[in-house]
């Protein structure tokens, strides 16, 4: 059981207590343990409050964080009676936006929603917009900028180890489940500088539904920034041919960010080997998830963006929708992306692409 400190000063509210990852009758990551050991690590929180469907997730939850946190199977009753100042939201990506909007009328200070932003576009929009207009901090749990060997890369990028970058590569799964990090990351190392297009291809012959969100099961996308540097996303379940999840390609060398120990090596311009840097952290660490909330505290109490800001994550998101668009129209997407519906469950729901 964790103890509140002393200089607790907020009021943390979950929405979604899945049991953690391979526990018996798990449904998923059970997030919101990873998110309420961040808030306990920060100790400048109280739990107070969760809500769950399944009423006995919720007590096993507050049995572990707080036994005296109340529970609820009605997120909307917890926000009237609570009234929390910080909520997380750890449902699938379906009920992000429905639920998130629904909350800023509460006037939360902060809600810290999981990734990915919604199914559709506009939903993620409207989720951002809503929560603007009612002055609440809408953050997205792309924790992996805070990771080490990911923050660390982007030390060295900085610090101009291969010059200025020029290209990226990634590789995973899909494209909006872990690939939600992977478009987020290339953002963090350029900078959070805008895209200008987009060029996409999705296959849905193996589709997957992870957390109850369609995904093609192969896709490519490339992605050109207003600066000029470009990135290309292969997805899909053969990812790992790339040799890695993140490759950045600069004038004078190569960092890349490995599946596997050892975590990210460089090797710059005239190295003829690869050199292998250990900051004694793997790249699912949770203690990314730790240092994103005490970010976002500190935003919270001196003012700032944090990393994590919903206006960051919906570059990362409109890449996704418009990797889809690029799909259908055949061609390049350029940015903005008009706001919509996914076009991929568009052609699904019109028999304009087919599964399997
Ligand atoms: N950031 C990351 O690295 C990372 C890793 C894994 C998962 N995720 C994301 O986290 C999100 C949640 O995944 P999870 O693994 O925690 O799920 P989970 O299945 O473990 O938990 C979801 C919980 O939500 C509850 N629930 C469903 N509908 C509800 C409702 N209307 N009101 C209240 N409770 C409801 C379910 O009963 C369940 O207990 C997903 O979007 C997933 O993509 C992020």
């Given amino acids: 059981m964790s103890t509140p400190s002393s200089s607790s000063h907020y009021k ?3 929405i979604g207590c899945g049991r953690p990852w391979k526990a018996d009758g798990a449904t998923g990551f059970g997030m919101a343990h990873r998110h309420m050991a961040g808030f306990t690590a920060s100790g400048r929180c109280t739990l107070v409050a969760v809500a769950d469907l399944v009423g006995e997730r919720g007590e096993e939850f507050v049995a572990v964080h707080n036994p005296k946190a109340a529970v609820y199977t009605d997120y ?14 750890c449902l699938w990506p379906k009920l992000h936006a429905e639920v998130v909007c629904q909350l800023a009328a ?4 902060l809600i810290l929603c999981e990734k990915p932003m919604d199914i559709n576009w506009d939903a993620s929009l409207r989720m951002h917009e809503v929560c603007k207009q009612n002055g609440v901090m809408l953050c997205i749990n792309h924790q992996r900028r805070f990771n080490l060997p990911l923050a660390k890369a982007k030390a ?3 610090a101009g180890e291969i010059g200025a970058l020029q290209r990226m590569e990634g590789a995973w799964n899909d494209i909006a489940d872990s690939g939600s990090h992977v478009l987020d990351m290339f953002f963090f190392y350029n900078n959070d500088l805008p895209a200008d297009w987009v060029l996409g291809q999705i296959d849905l ?3 997957r ?5 369609l995904h093609a099961g192969h896709g490519v996308s490339e992605i050109r920034f207003k600066n000029g540097v470009r990135a290309v996303f292969r997805f899909g379940k053969d990812h790992a041919e790339n040799g890695c999840l993140l490759r950045l390609i600069g004038e004078r060398g190569l960092i890349e960010i490995l599946f596997d120990d050892p975590w990210l090596r460089i090797r710059r311009a005239g190295q003829a080997e690869w050199e292998v840097l250990d900051t004694g952290e793997h790249i699912h660490d949770d203690k990314a998830i730790y240092r994103a909330i005490a970010e976002m505290l500190d935003c919270l109490e001196k003012g700032g963006v944090p990393q994590m800001d919903s ?6 998101t409109e890449v996704m929708f418009a990797t889809h668009e690029s799909s259908r129209r055949r061609g390049r997407v350029d940015l903005p992306l008009h706001a919509g519906p996914c076009a991929m469950l568009q052609m699904v729901a019109a028999g304009e692409m087919k599964l399997g």
């Fill in 311 to 316: 206006s960051l994550a919906l570059r990362a």
């Fill in 106 to 109: 509460f006037k939360p200070k």
């Fill in 76 to 89: 909307l009753e917890m926000m009237k009676v609570e009234q929390p100042d910080v909520v997380s939201v």
């Fill in 156 to 158: 060295l990028l900085d």
């Fill in 205 to 207: 012959s193996e589709p």
């Fill in 209 to 213: 539904i992870v957390f109850g969100m």
């Fill in 12 to 14: 943390v509210a979950l």
